[in-house]
């Protein structure tokens, strides 16, 4: 079983930067790959971005590809997205989620999540 907690939102102007961080426990972190999330209100969840089991390989949402940049650090059993020029569209709550298969994109091929941690971009 893998407890994932997220860290790292917060309110910040558009344009601005966040970092978020996803800590993990009672797992073998590097067997898993680590995705983001996100859900904004009134809206389904979406991927935000993935990372491999060595960090080797990444997949980004359109919406998110450069300006977003998911990282793992295996030693601290950690995984991280950087966020820059923030837009209010990317104002949701956003979750961190750990599975066994090779970079899932869809919510539902992934088999533990996170509380998220809210991020609110004012315009």
């Known amino acids: 079983q893998v407890q994932l907690v997220e860290s790292g939102g917060g309110l910040v102007q558009a344009g601005g930067s966040l970092r978020l961080s996803c800590a993990t426990s009672?797992?073998?972190?590097?067997?898993?790959?680590m995705g983001w999330f996100r859900q904004a209100p009134g809206k389904e969840r979406e991927f935000v971005a993935a990372i491999s089991r060595s960090g080797s390989s990444m997949m980004y949402a359109p919406s998110v590809k450069g300006r977003f940049t998911i990282s793992r650090d295996n030693a601290k059993k950690t995984v991280y997205l950087q966020m820059n020029s923030l837009k209010p569209e990317d104002t949701a709550v956003y979750c961190c989620?750990?599975?066994?298969?090779?970079?899932?994109?869809?919510?539902?091929?992934?088999?533990?999540w996170g509380q998220g941690t809210r991020v609110t971009v004012s315009s």
């Open positions: 989620a750990a599975d066994r298969n090779m970079l899932p994109t869809h919510p539902g091929e992934y088999d533990y």
């Open positions: 009672g797992g073998t972190f590097s067997l898993y790959t």
